[in-house]
């Protein structure tokens, strides 16, 4: 018996290891699986795209010292209830020094806009950009989302190259 506990052993030991070992964050392309707050809420999140900077589609312009950045997102149902949210309140993109900036109601030529309200029955899915006003000089480098306008608790998170 005791030549059988030392393999065993070292399979116990090497689990925490593995699951503490560096992996791969997720990144422009990849889909997350996000919950919200209701019972049978449930969204497969894709950030499909980061245009950065993005240029203004209409006479709306960025402030001074700042420009526009644009995500764009693919939100799937894969919950059993109807998803009804703000998605650009629950998104966040933050720069290479910590700070985050909120979704701006800006349009670009990136591409068509994710409305400000969506209803997303289960099965269905809503595509579209979620504009951000950034400063100058700061590189986004991840991007944040939380169903029920940010309220959730499952916060998704993609790393930006």
């Not at 900036?101 to 400000?116: K, V």
């Amino acid at each position: 018996m005791r030549g059988r506990t030392a393999p065993l052993l070292t399979c116990l030991l090497a689990v925490p290891a593995l699951a503490l070992a560096p992996g791969t964050d997720p990144g422009i392309g990849d889909t997350l699986s996000l919950s919200g707050i209701k019972s049978g809420e449930t969204l497969d999140v894709t950030v499909r795209k980061v245009v950065d900077p993005a240029r203004p589609a209409d006479y709306f312009t960025p402030s001074a010292g700042k420009h526009y950045v644009s995500v764009q997102f693919r939100l799937k149902n894969t919950g059993t209830a109807v998803y009804k949210d703000s998605p650009s309140n629950g998104a966040v993109v933050i720069d290479k020094a910590g700070q985050r900036f909120s979704s701006a109601f800006a349009n670009t030529t990136a591409g068509p806009e994710l409305p400000g309200s969506v209803t997303i029955r289960p099965g269905k899915s809503a595509l579209g950009f979620i504009t951000f006003e950034v400063a100058d000089g700061s590189r986004v480098v991840t991007v944040q989302f939380a169903m029920d306008s940010g309220f959730s608790d499952d916060v998704g998170e993609w790393t930006v190259p």
